[in-house]
């Protein structure tokens, strides 16, 4: 059912009470409250749908902890099997055999190994140690260069991977920029084909908006998006259900800087790291739809010292599918 729907029934019902109490159908002081709870209820409908936090309308992804995993973590090492460790108390253990102890000494910086393939199943932490604090950074609304473009150079540079919802439209255009995403690590995923508010679009358009990106970014990839962040990060239930049927996972944030704002690199800063804490997702933009005409480099001069400072404080910097990778058993 659609968030407009709900709204409609309670703002009507609301009107019909005052009516009948006016008229005398029903007491005025009953009509009244009644009616009030149902211009809530309709109101509250609309907050759940708009606001990006909560489960209201269906199962969205708005911490790491909410992405799909059974609790353990694989660590490959040159020479040597896999081996994994079970998690306790829901932290993330790591252990890395004796022969990964070169890996293990880049890890222990907060770094990852370089590029590999397309680096797909990277996991590793330091040897021995138990590591619990986990961050992701996400963007959005790209790609758009040369923005994207220096920022997947402060990536490269700092040897983290991180999650990149896009806008079909402006993949199209910039193939190349999401072939590099793929290659270097970082996880795909889908803003929309156009970005629109799915609230108000009818079921077709849904439908027909998911599919068309779907499919042009795995023309691009060679793999179909997993992960979907609504424009806005509006949802009600029939949104939900056109991600399900897509097998789309619904991803949110939990910080928000609001960096699109025009706010500078330093109190974008400030922002995430106040709000930053085991799990978070963080949501920024190398992106300006649909215009694309303001500057993302306040986001981009933001991200080199936001890494420093989150690894200072003990986090581990991942993408979406790294941090489900981490998880995972081997031959699961």
């Not at 290659?183 to 108000?200: I, M, P, S």
């Not at 330093?266 to 799990?279: C, L, S």
């Not at 992106?287 to 003990?314: C, F, H, M, N, W």
Request: proline share 6%; aromatic share 6%.
């Amino acid at each position: 059912m659609r968030v407009l729907c709900i709204m409609g029934v309670c703002y009507l019902a609301a009107l019909v009470l005052l009516w009948a109490g006016r008229r005398g159908k029903i007491s005025r002081k009953v009509a009244a409250v009644v009616s009030a709870v149902c211009l809530l209820a309709g109101s509250g409908a609309l907050a759940a749908a708009v606001y990006p936090i909560g489960n209201s309308y269906g199962k969205t992804v708005n911490r790491l902890t909410d992405l799909s995993g059974n609790g353990a973590v694989v660590v490959p090492s040159p020479g040597s099997a896999r081996t994994t460790a079970p998690l306790p108390d829901g932290a993330a253990q790591k252990s890395v055999p004796e022969s990964g102890m070169a890996i293990s000494a880049a890890a222990a910086s907060g770094e990852l190994p370089g590029p590999k393939d397309n680096r797909e199943n990277v996991s590793v932490i330091s040897s021995g140690t138990v590591h619990d604090k986990w961050i992701a950074l996400t963007f959005d609304d790209g790609p758009y260069p040369p923005y994207t473009d220096r920022l997947l150079d402060v990536l490269k540079a700092k040897r983290i991977h991180a999650t990149f919802f896009l806008v079909a439209e402006q993949a199209q255009q910039y193939p190349e920029l999401v072939q590099r995403m793929t290659a270097e690590g970082h996880t795909v995923g889908l803003h929309a084909f156009r970005h629109r508010d799915f609230l108000k679009l009818t079921e077709e358009e849904k439908r027909k908006d998911l599919e068309q990106g779907k499919n042009l970014l795995r023309d691009i990839t060679g793999k179909n998006p997993v992960y979907w962040r609504p424009p806005h990060g509006f949802r009600d239930f029939s949104v939900m259900e056109t991600a399900a049927a897509q097998n789309l996972t619904v991803v949110n944030w939990s910080v928000i800087p609001r960096d699109w704002t025009g706010i500078d690199s330093q109190e974008i800063f400030r922002r995430v790291m106040d709000k930053a804490d085991d799990g978070a997702i963080v949501l920024l933009h190398d992106g300006d739809s649909p215009g694309y005409k303001a500057s993302r480099q306040a986001t981009v001069d933001a991200v080199a010292p936001l890494i420093d400072s989150l690894r200072e404080k003990g986090y581990h910097l991942v993408s979406l599918e790294e941090y489900v990778q981490a998880e995972k058993r081997p031959g699961q």
